[in-house]
């Protein structure tokens, strides 16, 4: 995921999220990584009100 996806602020939640997501894809977690991944779209669509990317591999 690209840092910051095109946002300058970022909240905790979204860090951490990204945080994670990040740390999973290193171990090659691909299903925690996922997890984060959708944990994270789902936290910037309710709580900042728009949609980030779907990544494309």
Do not use: F, Y
């Amino acid at each position: 995921m690209a840092a910051n996806e095109g946002n300058t602020t970022e909240c905790a939640a979204c860090v951490m999220l990204r945080a994670k997501a990040e740390q999973a894809a290193e171990e090659c977690d691909r299903s925690r990584e996922a997890d984060a991944r959708v944990l994270l779209r789902r936290h910037v669509r309710l709580e900042h009100g728009r949609e980030l990317p779907v990544p494309m591999w």
